[in-house]
């Protein structure tokens, strides 16, 4: 007589590791380039964008995740971390920014907190009362967390900004931001990150992501 066995299986939740994607090989040119000179690989194992070089992007892109990465800047610097980044006719390649900046030596930091440090950049400033920043030179660790049309700025343990694409609070940022000619800005489901070249001295570390 032949026997068979039925196998009931628990439904069960996996958490999804975090790559790291520090190394070099992981960041290419807007075109798949290999990353310019300007970006080093330093021994310590920081991403060090030393002279002029130009942006870099992930080679994957990404829709739902979350992001860690330390970083440190130059006095009076300014960088960014950009996601979500796709090619918008006439205008490049853009997304959400979560700002890196020297706030009180950079002009930026004079505009208003939507410039500032941890600022989802000219669309929403950072909590002000939560915000621990520290200064040019020393290294702050940042989470940005996108999940479905929520996304997420944190900043040395603190969330910063937390906001909904398409809501009310959203419109009304995009709206006197330097992207309400752009429709749809942030709309796509998923794009690559970009660590943007500013013209600035910035160094990154522990770069991970996982998929949510």
Known sequence: ????????TASCAFAV????????????TADGKPAPAGWVAQADGSLHRAQRGGDIF????????????EWKIAEAGNSGVKYLVTSYENKGYLGPEYQLLDD????????GPHRQSGALYDLVGPDAAAKK?????????????????????WLNGAKLVDIEVG??????????????????????????????????????????????
């Open 1 to 8: 007589m032949k026997r068979f066995l039925l196998l009931s």
């Open 17 to 28: 590791d975090f790559v790291a994607i520090q190394d070099l090989k992981n960041w290419t």
């Open 58 to 69: 992930s080679v994957k892109e990404y829709g739902n995740f979350e992001l860690t990465f």
């Open 104 to 111: 009180a030596k950079h002009p930026d930091g004079k505009v």
């Open 133 to 153: 920043l520290n200064p040019p030179g020393e290294w702050n660790a940042s989470k940005i967390i996108m999940r479905g049309k929520k996304l997420e700025h």
């Open 167 to 212: 809501s009310d609070a959203w419109k009304a940022g995009h709206a006197k931001s330097k992207f309400k000619n752009t429709p749809g800005f942030a709309g796509n489901a998923k794009g690559r990150i970009m660590l943007q070249d500013h013209g600035d001295e910035v160094w990154f570390r522990n770069l991970s992501i996982r998929e949510l």
